[in-house]
């Protein structure tokens, strides 16, 4: 199984910026799939995730701000994410799960880093 983000970068208060994680070696509409973050000297934290059918949760501080999606025909993951502030600063990791009808994630792409300025 094979994660790659892409779609980080630079942006000011208020910006957005698209994440996107290609999927390979994997099943990948059958699971759920996730969106985490770690910022400077803090640890990894949950921020979204959705399930083979569509159920999708957020973390609370970024509800009505960011939208996850899936592309079952492309096996692509996305993060849309709006009105970004400097607390969403961090890398940002796609992740997956090896085991059917779970949300517990235990595989990893290497990150897309994602630095909101003030």
């Known amino acids: 199984v094979q994660l790659v983000e892409s779609g980080g970068g630079s942006v000011q208060s208020g910006g957005s910026l698209r994440l996107s994680c290609a999927v390979s070696g994997y099943t990948y509409s059958t699971y759920c799939m996730g969106w985490f973050r770690q910022a400077p000297e803090k640890g990894r934290e949950f921020v979204s995730s959705?399930?083979?059918?569509?159920?999708?949760t957020y973390l609370d501080s970024v509800k009505g701000r960011f939208t996850i999606s899936r592309d079952n025909a492309w096996n692509t993951l996305n993060l849309e994410m709006n009105n970004l502030k400097p607390e969403d600063t961090g890398m940002y990791y796609c992740?997956?799960?090896?085991?059917?009808?779970?949300?517990?994630?235990?595989?990893w792409g290497q990150g897309t880093h994602v630095s909101v300025s003030s």
């Open positions: 992740a997956a799960t090896r085991y059917m009808n779970s949300c517990d994630f235990n595989i």
């Open positions: 959705i399930t083979s059918d569509g159920t999708t």
